[in-house]
Structures are given as structure tokens and as C-alpha cells.
T-cell receptor, first 113, second 112 residues
Framework: DAGITQSPRHKVTETGTPVTLRCHQT?????MYWYRQDPGHGLRLIHY???????DKGEVSDGYSVSRSKTEDFLLTLESATSSQTSVYFC????????????FGPGTRLTVT | QQQVKQSPQSLIVQKGGISIINCAYE??????FPWYQQFPGKGPALLIA???DVSEKKEGRFTISFNKSAKQFSLHIMDSQPGDSATYIC???????????WGAGTKLIIKP
């Protein structure tokens, strides 16, 4: 997984509670991404970061926020979890200009009851 | 214009057979076309990629065929093995736009 870890790996939470997922990389990659993966939809981009404190929205950003205070850490927060946010969440990194390959973490399976 | 359409959604192939997965795109500005392989419980990992200046790229049993005029590219897995059973996801990207546009994925099952 190219030095990318995600925590927690599994989480069950109740509707309405805030949840924070963490992505940590040791590759010193400039770009970091949060995706969700659902059957029939494939990978959908939630938010991405192109540097410390520089973030932007993806195609499914409603209900999610992100923060990046250090190059190696990218946090995804579900402000008030809903059942529609039950999914597998993947963090990914890459460094445009050096390689186009995107590296993925092992994923977090989130269940909102 | 930003979509990448992938088919089929699922595929069952006998061991030793050829697996073929197809993707189509609209945006002619795309110039990098990777295929990712994802095993259950794991993140996707780059399998093979192609640029539009070549029509075919082969790495072992895996081949990408690229048809620029038809705006299509496909993954061929020769002599398919049970260990190839995974989800295969195509994507496309522009050099100047750092976001990958993803296909919906194909779940491939190789029957022994």
C-alpha cells in the first residue's frame, strides 16, 4: 500500500454522530484524495488536497469536510453521519509531475446505523 | 464529457480463457489511461497504463488495446487464472488536470 495507512479500518456509528477518518502517508506526496466506493457507483471523489491547508471539493462533497495541517495527514470528517454515508472510504496520494500513478490506502469500512 | 463508461459490470471466465473488459470515453483531452486491480478488502493498485501514442501495451498476460478514433480502450487477460479474480477499474486523466476519472469497475471471476 505504498506507505499509506488509514484509521480506523472498521467503524460502526449511529446516525447523527460526527466521525473522523484519518489518512497518513510516508511518501511525501503532494496530492491526497478521499474517495468512497459503493457497488454500482465505483470510486467517487469526495475531497482532495493539493498541499498543506489547500483543499477542494470533489463530486460528492456534501456532508463531508476535510483538513490537512501536515503533508502526511489528511482527515475526512462526516459532520453528522447518515445511513447514506455507509460505504468503504479510500485515501489515495500522488505527486503530479513525477508520476501519474495514484497509490491507495487499505480502506475504512464505515457503517452508519 | 468527463465520464468513462466501463463494461461489463461482471464477468465469469473459465481458467485458461481470455478475459476482456472495455472502457469508452468522450473527452479527447484525456491522454493517460490506467487500469487498476482491486482484490477484496484491499485498495486498488495500478496494473497497467497506456498513452494514446501507442495502440497496444503488453505486460505479461495483461494487454491494453487502445483505439483512439473510437475513443475506446480495453484490458485483455490472456490465460486467465483463478488468482486474477478481482475487480478491474479503468480510468482516464489529463496531464493538466490531476483528477482521475474512474469507470464503475468490473468484477471478474475466473472459474477453475
Amino acid at each position: 500500500d505504498a506507505g499509506i495507512t488509514q484509521s480506523p479500518r472498521h467503524k460502526v456509528t449511529e446516525t447523527g454522530t460526527p466521525v473522523t477518518l484519518r489518512c497518513h502517508q510516508t511518501e511525501n506526496h503532494r496530492y491526497m484524495y478521499w474517495y468512497r466506493q459503493d457497488p454500482g457507483h465505483g470510486l467517487r471523489l469526495i475531497h482532495y488536497s493539493y498541499g498543506v491547508k489547500d483543499t477542494d471539493k470533489g463530486e460528492v462533497s456534501d456532508g463531508y469536510s476535510v483538513s490537512r495541517s501536515k503533508t502526511e495527514d489528511f482527515l475526512l470528517t462526516l459532520e453528522s453521519a447518515t445511513s447514506s454515508q455507509t460505504s468503504v472510504y479510500f485515501c489515495a496520494t500522488d505527486s503530479p509531475g513525477t508520476a501519474l500513478e495514484q497509490y491507495f490506502g487499505p480502506g475504512t469500512r464505515l457503517t452508519v446505523t | 464529457q468527463q465520464q468513462v463508461k466501463q463494461s461489463p459490470q461482471s464477468l465469469i471466465v473459465q481458467k485458461g480463457g481470455i478475459s476482456i473488459i472495455n472502457c469508452a470515453y468522450e473527452n479527447t483531452a484525456f491522454d493517460y489511461f490506467p487500469w487498476y486491480q482491486q482484490f477484496p478488502g484491499k485498495g486498488p493498485a495500478l496494473l497497467i497504463a497506456i498513452r494514446p501514442d501507442v495502440s497496444e501495451k503488453k505486460e505479461g498476460r495483461f494487454t491494453i488495446s487502445f483505439n483512439k478514433s473510437a475513443k475506446q480502450f480495453s484490458l485483455h487477460i490472456m490465460d486467465s487464472q483463478p488468482g486474477d479474480s478481482a475487480t478491474y477499474i479503468c480510468a482516464a486523466r489529463r496531464d493538466s488536470n490531476y483528477q482521475l476519472i474512474w469507470g464503475a469497475g468490473t468484477k471478474l471471476i475466473i472459474k477453475p
